[in-house]
T-cell receptor
Framework: ETGVTQTPRHLVMGMTNKKSLKCEQH?????MYWYKQSAKKPLELMFV???????ENNSVPSRFSPECPNSSHLFLHLHTLQPEDSALYLC???????????FGPGTRLTVL | QKEVEQDPGPLSVPEGAIVSLNCTYS??????FMWYRQYSRKGPELLMY????GNKEDGRFTAQVDKSSKYISLFIRDSQPSDSATYLC????????????FGTGTLLAVQP
């Protein structure tokens, strides 16, 4: 777990706020992922980046905007979210040609 | 039909019991399978992965894959209270498609 860090661990925001989630991996990987985890639902893949290029956008609403400035850092910018966006947001990393993904501890997001 | 189906539980067993956790999948394109363990308020932790039908053992854990029936299992021997967590199974496509499709997870409680 310590190979992938996420900040903040908890976030409460209003529907009109703008905030960002940060992920950093210390594993030397070149692929990074954002997932959404809601109660009683499977992990939902949101975005995939390989070598800093976005290779997957799983029909995610535009109020979620990812950014990958380098292979070690991944951001998720949030704006005008809805209460149903409240969930645990997980970051993961892997080597692009290996599918063993390693997860961070997640950011627990509450949208009021 | 969900690509990966998993009984959400909860599953409650006494300490020392053999635990069997199971998933079925529908996508024949899956090349490999993962088991993750997720403690409350933590990110998923990779437990085991396997690329082929058959068994793979690691300590008290055995992962079993039957591709002919699209059935995957995780067995935990001599279960401990510290094994109490949610167990997630996932299927992956391999190659350049570094996507994992997760089940909903099974909540396991090992009673001391």
């Amino acid at each position: 777990e310590t190979g992938v860090t996420q900040t903040p661990r908890h976030l409460v925001m209003g529907m009109t706020n703008k905030k960002s989630l940060k992920c950093e991996q210390h594993l030397g990987h070149n692929a990074m992922y954002w997932y959404k985890q809601s109660a009683k639902k499977p992990l939902e893949l949101m975005f995939v980046y390989n070598f800093k290029e976005q290779t997957e956008n799983n029909s995610v609403p535009s109020r979620f905007s990812p950014e990958c400035p380098n292979s070690s850092h991944l951001f998720l910018h949030l704006h005008t979210l809805q209460p149903e966006d409240s969930a645990l947001y997980l970051c993961a990393s892997s080597q692009p040609d290996l599918n063993t993904q390693y997860f961070g501890p997640g950011t627990r997001l509450t949208v009021l | 039909q969900k690509e990966v189906e998993q009984d959400p539980g909860p599953l409650s067993v006494p300490e020392g019991a053999i635990v069997s956790l199971n998933c079925t999948y529908s996508n024949s394109a899956f090349q490999y399978f993962m088991w993750y363990r997720q403690y409350s308020r933590k990110g998923p932790e990779l437990l085991m992965y396997t690329y082929s039908s058959g068994n793979k053992e690691d300590g008290r854990f055995t992962a079993q894959v039957d591709k002919s029936s699209k059935y995957i299992s995780l067995f935990i021997r001599d279960s401990q209270p510290s094994d109490s967590a949610t167990y997630l199974c996932a299927g992956g496509y391999g190659g350049a498609t570094n996507k994992l499709i997760f089940g909903t997870g099974t909540l396991l409680a090992v009673q001391p």
